[in-house]
């Protein structure tokens, strides 16, 4: 019969502790190195987990196990781990509850804009729209919830990537290319780059006319969302002019203070 050495019982004792915030060490460990692996793309190896998350290999290697074991990690056959599929599935429940909670707030952005309001979430290199409340125009614009985007065409894509390091930006860019949808569309890192240097100094993003010629976007991060979360509001760009743009954004950063406050509470809880 196999027996554990002591030094093989430390380690699981060590694992399964209560952690410092009261829950228990092994589950903040694994879902930690679940998170690491999101930011790497979704894939990495061993070495590099432990790098990152200054765990020994032997812990990383147990914990990795298991989630291979519940689906929630895939080992490749180049022995490099990657996210299971398992976790759309809880992705795809956590990105409808957020759009649920999000609404009444959407809904006071179309009482209050008269355009219609967006939210959406930076997925791997897309924008996925999580919720929407159209405005009562007659004439307003629609975005199907779950539609995906490429970032570099929308108001919501530059918001989201408005603090990212440069240097990421470039690889997202080259990764999924600067389609034109419309001749005002930005296709080149440099514009891109520049029009998040706007969206640092202004608070906010515009699509003007660059996603769909005739329409003008305007959005703003939800700050300190538990993940990368935007709000907009889209209309007719003879509606959304310039004037109306010094209006709108000061309403939207307020919504979108108040539901980070609202997203941070529910997180947390």
């Known amino acids: 019969m196999p027996t554990s050495s002591a030094s093989d019982a430390s380690t699981e ?16 460990r694994a879902f930690d190195l679940l998170e690491r692996m999101a930011d790497a793309g979704g894939e990495v190896g061993l070495s590099e987990l432990s790098a990152s998350s200054g765990l020994p290999l032997p812990t990383i290697h147990r914990l990795m196990r298991t989630l291979v074991a519940t689906g929630y990690v ?23 509850l957020l759009g649920t909670w999000a609404r009444p707030y959407l809904a006071r952005l179309v009482e209050e804009t008269g355009e219609t309001a967006n939210m959406a979430l930076l997925d791997g290199d897309e924008i996925v729209y999580v919720a929407q409340v159209p405005s009562k125009h007659s004439m307003r614009m629609f975005t199907e919830v779950g539609r995906r985007v490429l970032p570099h065409s929308t108001g919501v894509g530059k918001a989201l990537l408005a603090d990212t390091p440069a240097d990421e930006v470039r690889a997202l860019l080259a990764r999924t290319g600067m389609p ?17 240097e706007d969206v640092r100094r202004t608070g ?15 959005a703003v991060s939800v700050p300190e969302s538990p993940t990368a979360a935007a709000i907009s509001i889209s209309g007719p760009a003879g509606r959304v002019t310039e004037a109306a743009t010094d209006k709108i954004v000061p309403i939207l950063q307020q919504v979108a203070a108040e539901l980070s406050v609202v997203l941070a509470s529910t997180n947390g809880s």
């Open 74 to 96: 895939r080992q490749q056959p180049n022995r490099r781990y990657s996210l299971g599929p398992r976790l759309i599935r809880l992705g795809e429940s956590a990105s409808r």
């Open 204 to 218: 906010y993003a515009v699509d003007d006319n660059e996603q769909e010629i005739g329409v003008r976007c305007l």
């Open 13 to 28: 004792s060590a694992a399964s502790k209560p952690a410092a915030s009261g829950g228990v060490q092994s589950l903040e």
């Open 180 to 196: 034109a949808a419309t001749e005002k569309t930005i296709t080149t890192p440099e514009g891109f780059l520049a029009a998040l």
